[in-house]
């Protein structure tokens, strides 16, 4: 079944600790991904996306992913974590072949920061 | 500029009653979305407005659910009557032309709503 997976439903770091959130994809070709971020009482906020090109990307408030089409994943990285990194993450698609906004959430992941 | 605007924040309401959410989007945003977030889920899209016209509503439980954008600015959504399994915190995001996808969603802080 084409979906979007995020196997971590919860991770915990210590502050200054670099961090990495993993999502990974299930559909025949590659989808538009995107890396949202949930705090308490906040509305969704966009971190980055990935439409084509390189494969790295850089994003808002020092956070940065990786396209690997082989490894069907988009995983989501930031070298030092501070406290007010701790909330919910949602790694997003729009399917291929979609050409309007039709996100699909993975089911997040909640990270904590240890101080 | 003023961020989508969504009220009430929460809501504690009896089963079988009525309830309705409102959403306000960022000005000149013509297509505006609503979703629902369970409990350890991911948002999951209700319906999407192209200005006043619902352009995808395959996934709004059409038995009790009702939305409507009749200005093509704000939105109402309406569950009539309320089950326990609405629980859930429900979504509202704007943004233009949402046929591109290169368009961001911004979205509401949202409306948690209790059924008991």
């Known amino acids: 079944a084409q979906s979007v997976t995020q196997p971590d439903i919860h991770i915990t770091v210590s502050e200054g600790a670099s961090l990495e959130l993993r999502c990974n994809y299930s559909?025949?070709?590659?989808?538009?991904l995107f890396w949202y971020v949930q705090s308490p009482g906040q509305g969704l906020q966009l971190l980055l996306k990935?439409?084509?090109?390189?494969?790295l990307v850089q994003g808002i408030k020092g956070f940065e992913a990786e396209f690997k089409r082989s490894q069907s994943s988009f995983n989501l990285r930031k070298p030092s974590v501070h406290w007010s990194d701790a909330a919910e993450y949602f790694c997003?698609?729009?399917?291929?072949?979609?050409?309007?906004?039709?996100?699909?959430f993975g089911q997040g992941t909640r990270l904590t920061i240890n101080p | 500029e003023a961020g989508v605007v969504q009220s009430p924040r929460y809501k504690i309401i009896e089963k079988k009653q009525p309830v309705a959410f409102w959403c306000n989007p960022i000005?000149?945003?013509?297509?505006l979305y609503w979703y629902r977030q369970n409990l350890g889920q991911g948002p999951e899209l209700l319906i999407r407005?192209?200005?006043?016209?619902?352009?995808?509503d395959s996934q709004l439980p059409k038995d009790r659910f009702s939305a409507e954008r009749l200005k093509g600015v704000d939105s109402t959504l309406k569950i009539q009557p309320a089950e326990l399994g609405d629980s859930a915190v429900y979504l509202c995001?704007?943004?233009?032309?949402?046929?591109?996808?290169?368009?961001?969603?911004?979205f509401g802080p949202g409306t948690r709503l209790t059924v008991l």
């Open positions: 995001a704007s943004s233009l032309d949402g046929g591109l996808v290169y368009n961001e969603q911004f």
């Open positions: 559909y025949g070709a590659t989808p538009y």
């Open positions: 990935y439409f084509s090109g390189d494969t």
């Open positions: 997003a698609v729009v399917p291929p072949s979609q050409g309007a906004q039709k996100l699909v």
């Open positions: 000005s000149g945003h013509n297509t």
């Open positions: 407005y192209e200005n006043e016209e619902a352009v995808d």
